[in-house]
């Protein structure tokens, strides 16, 4: 079963920054679509960010625009989320996923390989 392994979370204050990483196995790297969610206690898994298969199109979800960026280092297989200007709201565990099918990010809670989780959590 393919796992990656997500990393860079902690607690910070509002408006501070994190930059979570998330290694890849190399095969699913190259051939996957990729991106990160989150979960908050009590909340359903919310996508965040996520890129087309060989870095291409990217989406954000509206809540993190201008705040968040996904991206990749083709030499380290590993995908990445910086975070600044972070709200209390952005506290949750942050997931990393890989889909090779690429399909809507809706249907990857099923079938595409996810990471551990890494904690974020902001204070007031």
């Known amino acids: 079963q393919v796992q990656l392994v997500e990393s860079g979370g902690g607690s910070v204050q509002a408006g501070g920054s994190l930059r979570l990483s998330c290694a890849v196995p190399a095969y699913t790297y190259s051939s996957s679509c990729m991106g990160w969610f989150r979960q908050a206690p009590g909340k359903e898994r919310e996508g965040v960010a996520h890129?087309?298969?060989?870095?291409?199109?990217?989406y954000y979800a509206d809540s993190v625009k201008g705040r968040f960026t996904i991206s990749q280092d083709n030499a380290k297989n590993t995908l990445y989320l910086q975070m600044n200007s972070l709200k209390p709201e952005d506290t949750a565990m942050y997931y990393c996923a890989a889909d090779p099918a690429c399909r809507p990010i809706g249907l990857w809670l099923a079938g595409a390989a996810w990471g551990q989780g890494t904690q974020v959590t902001v204070s007031s």
């Open positions: 890129r087309h298969r060989g870095g291409g199109d990217t």
